[in-house]
């Protein structure tokens, strides 16, 4: 059986102009290739350069007027009204956090925010406040930890304090210092400190 002859493979040099637009948090690329022969003549340069750019004006020219339609479609909808999605995450948070509907709603009035008018853009930076909220809020109720228990120890010990005795006199607490949580035992090391302790 005759083997069908293959058409050798011509050399040929790329010239690829690439660029990239922003768009909101997300990059286009526009990239635009020519591709000659190695044996290419001045003229063949010249008309694939000359038909590279009159492509590359027209792509520019439909390119500046889509990302403008595209910048446009951003902005318009980063301000329209928070998504659903959005809203029952908030609605989650309130809940873990344990706000009842009165305490959110004086969270969002110290801010000059309406949930019922939240915008996407409102509703996510919300969302992030609330989230740190609760990353403090756990922080707070968590356990005191070594570094805390150390440091108060060696404050009460230059005050000539028993460390579980300033726990009771300053907190009102009774109980051993190292079953204080994590915000307790702040708040502890602040009342220590030499200009707010009492004696």
Do not use: C
């Not at 990239?31 to 000359?50: C, F, G, K, M």
């Not at 609330?130 to 070594?146: C, F, H, N, V």
């Amino acid at each position: 059986m005759a083997t069908k002859p293959t058409r050798p493979m011509e050399s040929t040099v790329t010239r690829t102009f690439r660029a990239a637009v922003k768009i909101g948090e997300d990059y286009v690329t526009i990239e635009e290739s020519i591709a000659l022969p190695l044996d290419a003549s001045d003229a063949d340069i010249a008309n694939a350069v000359a038909l590279g750019w009159r492509i590359y004006a027209q792509q520019r020219d439909a390119g500046e007027a889509q990302i403008l339609e595209a910048r446009e479609s951003y902005g318009a909808d980063r301000e329209r009204g928070a998504l659903p999605s959005q809203l029952q995450r908030i609605d989650d948070l309130q809940k873990i956090l344990g706000w009842d509907a009165t305490q959110l709603s004086t969270y969002l009035q110290e801010r000059r925010l309406d949930v019922r008018q939240l915008t996407r853009r409102q509703a996510s930076h919300l969302i992030d406040q609330l989230r740190r909220l609760l990353d403090e809020q756990q922080r707070d109720d968590g356990p005191i930890t070594k570094g805390q228990h150390e440091t108060l120890q060696r404050m009460a010990t230059t005050y000539g304090l028993e460390l579980d005795a300033a726990v009771s006199q300053y907190l009102g607490l009774d109980v051993p210092a190292e079953q204080l949580t994590f915000g307790e035992a702040s708040k502890l090391t602040a009342l220590l400190q030499p200009k707010r302790r009492r004696t």
